[in-house]
């Protein structure tokens, strides 16, 4: 099972970008990538999720080193409702690979 | 489009009692999880289902705990008897395995568990 790790904490100025980085060295081949984050006291919410090429959305960017060892989420304009616990996750489960485990991610503060 | 439905979101009991809680997935979606989360440990993913089958219960923590899935629309967990350290908030979440997977799990609001 590929694991990611993540700084513990963040901040970033509103109106910002914030640049949250992950680790996840020992990720396969066919593995993808997946961002979910976490506002206070609601149930997860998936962002985005990419394999080899960087992907976009309405909510952010993804940009995956060539090697897929490491990967940002980018948000391009943070506001105060980004502030949440950001959770890198490289799922598991063999074929089915979708055995999430959430780590302890990154705590973002958007500061005014 | 109603999203993933959990019951009850608050629950206070005693120790010793039984509790229940209820999961409704996204209709379509054939795969459910049960997370629990705590200030200590996290998010903690105790078991999932792919077509109402349980694939992994590694994450249960003991035999008190049971989760069923009778059918594609309603899940259950149960802990019999509860103590003190199951309170929590547990976390339904549910995804669709449709051809290679999306991956995106959509997470119910959550129970909130105390156990006294």
């Known amino acids: 099972d590929a694991k990611t790790t993540q700084p513990t904490s963040m901040d970033c100025a509103e109106g910002r970008a914030a640049n949250l980085p992950c680790n996840h060295s020992?990720?396969?081949?066919?593995?993808?990538v997946y961002w979910y984050r976490q506002i206070h006291s609601q149930g997860p919410q998936y962002i985005i999720h990419g394999l080899k090429n960087n992907e976009t959305n309405e909510m952010a960017s993804l940009i995956i080193t060539e090697d897929r060892k490491s990967s940002t989420l980018i948000l391009p304009h943070a506001t105060l409702r980004d502030t949440a616990v950001y959770y890198c996750i490289v799922p598991s489960g063999g074929n089915t690979g979708n055995q999430f485990y959430f780590g302890t991610g990154t705590s973002l503060t958007v500061i005014p | 489009d109603a999203g993933v439905i959990q019951s009850p979101r608050h629950e206070v009991t005693e120790m010793g009692q039984e509790v229940t809680l209820r999961c409704k997935p996204i209709s379509g979606h054939n795969s459910l999880f049960w997370y629990r989360q705590t200030m200590m440990r996290g998010l903690e993913l105790l078991i999932y289902?792919?077509?109402?089958?349980?694939?992994?219960d590694s994450g249960m923590p003991e035999d008190r705990f049971s989760a069923k899935m009778p059918n594609a629309s309603f899940s259950t967990l149960k802990i019999q008897p509860s103590e003190p350290r199951d309170s929590a908030v547990y976390f339904c979440a549910s995804s669709s395995l449709a051809g290679r997977y999306t991956g995106e799990l959509f997470f119910g609001e959550g129970s909130r568990l105390t156990v006294l």
């Open positions: 289902f792919n077509n109402n089958v349980p694939i992994d």
């Open positions: 020992t990720i396969s081949g066919n593995e993808y």
